[in-house]
């Protein structure tokens, strides 16, 4: 009996390799995709509409991240420079004739398609620093740090120059989350930390008035409070009311007579706290813990340097999001336009989030075929 299951267990597993499919990765994202479309639903006041769309794009999303997954590392490898070639380029193209709408000139319009270059930038830029440390002795040094800060910084500079702080923060968070994971000293890390907060006062100084106005609304919300400071005093009497069990499903008064601004998008939490309270806040940060846990997992399961570097990137590039969109809706950060994973309503984000997982899928499940 006990020979049967072990030879039935082993072919489940070849199968699932033989596919280059995670089934714990696949699994926790597809039940973080039903519950969000279950979130949406509700968010958008029942309008089955919303959740067809949002359907529709998941569909795709994850058949990108199946098509990646089957991939060869070395193939990754090798395009890494030309794809992050190809991002600077098309960010420097944003800048001369992207389109503009609500104050920032993020898109290229080709006529059939309009699309945002910084969304690939947010692979690219990662894939590029893994290979590049890779190619050098670990723990890296500092010359080898200037460099890799140096790949990541051209992309920050040209997104913040659109302007879009929120995702030249996320670039940032993907290459700096490789460099991490190369094995940085605590002592280095203490050095460049302190760099950062010394470069603050001239950060500040370059930033938008807008973006001033966020980070002081985040410090004083109560200042305007039917203003700039609107949306995080609603979120929080959202999340605060629905306690510990919540209102239920579709029973959230905040949310549902438009007190709480944009229910679907980036304020989506503040509904599922409102109607499912902190038992399903806590299952929901649950579920992404255990993605982000598995990702770390086959990082370390990883054979060859390239491969552990950017797998285990791309898993904290996913942590990142998932705090600061819901650091941003407690008020615990200032509002960045970061959008919750796989839950909020829109698709861009969504796939290059998924195509993230198919490369952590494919550098996991070619392991074997990977010389070490």
């Known amino acids: 009996m006990n020979a049967t299951l072990d030879t039935y267990s082993t072919q489940s597993r070849s199968l699932w390799l033989r596919l280059h499919i995670d089934p714990w990765l696949l699994g926790g994202l597809l039940a973080l995709a039903g519950i969000g479309l279950l979130i949406l639903y509700s968010a958008g006041g029942g309008n089955p509409v919303l959740v067809y769309k949002q359907a529709a794009r998941l569909g795709l999303a994850f058949t990108v991240m199946l098509a990646l997954a089957q991939v060869h590392p070395r193939t990754l490898y090798r395009w890494s420079p030309y794809l992050y070639a190809a991002g600077i380029l098309l960010l420097v193209a944003v800048l001369g004739v992207g389109d503009v709408g609500k104050g920032a000139r993020r898109w290229l319009d080709l006529g059939f398609v309009r699309f945002q270059p910084s969304e690939f930038v947010k692979i690219f830029t990662p894939m590029l620093v893994a290979r590049f440390l890779a190619q050098q002795p670990l723990p890296p040094g500092l010359k080898t740090l200037a460099w890799a800060g140096l790949w990541i910084a051209l992309p920050v ?216």
């Open 157 to 372: 500079l040209l997104i913040a120059k659109q302007p879009d702080l929120g995702t030249a923060l996320l670039v940032a968070t993907a290459g700096g989350a490789v460099v991490f994971y190369a094995g940085i000293s605590w002592r280095l890390l203490a050095v460049l930390g302190g760099a950062v907060l010394a470069a603050l006062p001239a950060v500040w100084m370059l930033l938008h008035d807008y973006q001033r106005d966020r980070v002081l609304m985040f410090l004083n919300p109560e200042q305007d409070p039917l203003g700039r400071g609107y949306h995080t005093i609603q979120a929080k009497i959202a999340i605060g009311s629905g306690g510990l069990r919540g209102k239920g499903w579709l029973g959230g008064t905040q949310s549902h007579l438009e007190f709480l601004p944009e229910p679907h998008t980036d304020f989506i939490f503040a509904v599922l706290a409102e109607e499912f309270g902190l038992i399903g806040c806590t299952a929901l940060l649950g579920l992404y813990l255990f993605i982000v846990g598995r990702g770390m997992a086959m990082a370390l399961e990883a054979q060859d340097t390239f491969s552990r570097l950017l797998c285990g990137g791309l898993a904290l590039t996913f942590f990142v999001y998932v705090f600061v969109n819901v650091g941003m809706v407690i008020g615990l950060l200032p509002v960045v336009g970061v959008p919750l994973p796989l839950v909020s309503y829109g698709g861009t984000s969504m796939v290059t989030l998924l195509a993230g997982f198919g490369i952590m899928m494919s550098l996991h499940t070619h392991r074997k075929l990977v010389p070490s």
